[in-house]
């Protein structure tokens, strides 16, 4: 057993599945999912699946929202949570009717479900390269006053804790679009993942102020870094209330 599990078992988390970076897969194989979201708009799919997960989150969870009238009603957003389950932004999305299109890792496109994310709004990013075209669809959903979600964690927190450092990536988008940023903490979502023992946690989503950078065509590489900093220091707050209030 590796430390990380080791770890997430003293915090009684159930162990998850070691990371894969890469997509074997060619570019080609994934061109249809970067360019339907390009062009399109999320399909009754987003509707049905959102009304199923979210009675999900809402029974089962007992998930429950703070502020969630701040979300703009509309114009583009970059909603930004952190990230500790694979269902976070079903606790997102189930407190707005704005459409959110989740940037996902491309590895999760096999099967039937591939559809359903196409159709249902989802775009997807090959991590451990440099996916140009993952960051053009962003670009295109805010153009047209649609609204995103992008973890500045880059990827699941693996010891069930915040993490330390975000992704510049997040930042990029941010200055480049000048879209309203959404910062938002999700809690208890680490333990999501203890369904297999029967485990349901209280989760609680808090949206923070929404706020937004001058934009920036051609951000450095520092600027990307500090903006993105900027942001997940507000979520960071939202979860050390959201920790402070449950505690009490």
């Avoid at 591939?114 to 996916?131: E, L, Q």
């Avoid at 927190?157 to 510049?168: A, D, H, V």
């Avoid at 450095?220 to 960071?236: G, L």
Wanted: charge should be positive; proline fraction near 6%; include cysteine.
């Amino acid at each position: 057993m590796s430390q990380k599990n080791v770890a997430q078992e003293d915090e009684g988390l159930t162990p998850i599945k070691e990371q894969v970076y890469k997509d074997p897969r060619s570019i080609e194989q994934l061109q249809k999912y970067y360019d339907w979201p390009m062009t399109h708009k999320p399909s009754p799919t987003y509707d049905v699946v959102r009304l199923l997960l979210s009675t999900l989150v809402w029974v089962a969870y007992r998930a429950r929202s703070v502020n969630s009238r701040r979300v703009p009603t509309s114009g583009p957003v970059i909603f930004a949570p952190n990230h500790f389950s694979n269902i976070d932004h079903f606790f997102v999305g189930a407190f707005t009717r704005r459409k959110l299109q989740f940037m996902a890792k491309s590895q999760l496109y096999h099967g039937w479900m591939s559809w359903v994310y196409k159709t249902g709004g989802v775009f997807p990013i090959r991590r451990g390269v440099r996916d140009e075209q993952s960051f053009q669809v962003a670009e295109a959903i805010l153009g047209r006053g649609g609204c995103i979600c992008m973890y500045c964690e880059g990827g699941r927190s693996r010891s069930g804790k915040i993490g330390e450092t975000p992704k510049p990536g997040i930042g990029r988008v941010a200055l480049q679009s000048g879209a309203v940023v959404m910062p938002v903490a999700i809690h208890g979502s680490q333990k999501v993942r203890n369904w297999k023992k029967l485990q349901a946690p209280k989760v609680r989503v808090s949206f923070g102020e929404p706020f937004r950078f001058e934009i920036v065509a051609q951000p450095s590489r520092e600027q990307q870094q500090a903006a993105a900093d900027q942001i997940f220091t507000e979520i960071k707050k939202l979860y050390a209330e959201l920790e402070a209030s449950v505690s009490e």
